[in-house]
């Protein structure tokens, strides 16, 4: 499938103003969370029976600590991104000039990103620590060498949760003035743009790695990402339900990471359905395996 050219000039000609608000951004000192509002579909285990058994001011910590999480597994991928850019370039050369400045444009934003996420969950409460571990570093790296570019297509779909996740934050009647709002309005609108970009990135570049080294590199990132989730969820169940017992915590870890993969997530079920529309429509190389890996 073709690209869609037009789509991508419009995009290339925000390459000289994307930026200004990003430096606005992260000029604000004024992103702390203080809302004494909990957030039924940002709270993890919402709707569940286990639900019904915590405490307001647990429902307030969780919903403040899921923030927290996401805004780290936002760093996490955005840094990934880039670096997989990075990792791609001794191989570019044969690229069409407009992918090729599309992709740099991306990795830009997703560097911008970075600091933003950064920055607002600096002034925050929390744990900040969600990421850092070795064995993130190690697999994302052996990803990364194996076939860069297969992680587009990942990315692709957090990119459509950012997106879904936003609709959430609207239909939630979250205060448009809410930090978490603002970093998340502004993020859409960069990313609405990713996702039908990083099908054609990886449409451009993938017949340069052949399937099992795709494949490999996929799985690997796969399995990555299922650590990810674990960690950052117990991050969130210590701190939120810290007073309550060691194998009532555990108890209540299992739920809330299952809910990650499965379909219970609204914002996630929808960031499947818009995944699905763009492989009808981009025709991805080994669809069936992606199929499968993401939808
Ligand atoms: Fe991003
Ligand atoms: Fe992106």
């Known amino acids: 499938m073709e ?12 390459e000289s103003v994307f930026k200004q608000k990003w430096v606005e951004f992260l000029q604000r000192r004024d992103l702390r969370i203080t809302s004494e509002r909990y957030y039924p579909l940002l709270t993890p285990l919402e709707g569940s029976s286990l639900f019904a058994d ?3 001011q647990e429902r307030l910590l969780a919903y403040k600590t899921n923030i927290e999480f996401i805004s780290s597994m936002q760093i996490f991928l955005e840094k990934t991104l880039v670096q997989a850019f990075y990792f791609y370039r001794p191989k570019e050369e044969h690229l069409d000039p407009l992918i090729k400045r599309s992709m740099r444009l991306v990795a830009r934003e997703e560097l911008y990103h970075t600091l933003a996420y950064e920055h607002f969950l600096s002034q925050q409460d929390g744990p900040t620590s969600f990421m850092q571990n070795r064995l993130f570093r190690f697999l994302s ?5 194996i076939n860069p570019l297969a992680f587009t297509l990942i990315g692709a779909k957090f990119e459509a949760f950012s997106m879904t996740h936003m609709e959430d934050l ?9 930090p978490w709002f603002v970093l998340n309005q502004m993020h859409m609108e960069d990313e609405a743009y990713h996702v039908p970009l990083q099908f054609d990135i990886y449409n451009a570049s993938v017949k340069q790695y052949g399937f099992l080294r795709t494949f ?3 799985a690997i990132m796969f399995v990555l990402f299922q650590f990810v989730l674990i960690s950052g969820m117990r991050k969130v169940v ?4 810290a007073n309550r017992s060691f194998w009532r915590r555990h108890f209540i870890l299992l739920p809330a990471t299952i809910r990650w993969s499965s379909r219970k997530m609204q914002a996630l079920r929808k960031a499947r359905v818009m995944m699905k529309r763009y492989m009808k429509i981009k025709k991805p190389r080994y669809q069936r395996l992606l199929r499968f890996l993401y939808t």
């Open 3 to 14: 690209p869609n050219v037009r789509l991508m000039e419009t995009y290339l000609a925000r």
């Open 54 to 56: 915590t405490t307001p």
């Open 141 to 145: 790296g052996l990803s990364l060498k």
């Open 170 to 178: 609207k239909s939630s009647n979250m205060d448009p003035q809410d």
């Open 216 to 218: 490999a590199a996929m």
């Open 238 to 241: 210590n701190v939120a339900y």
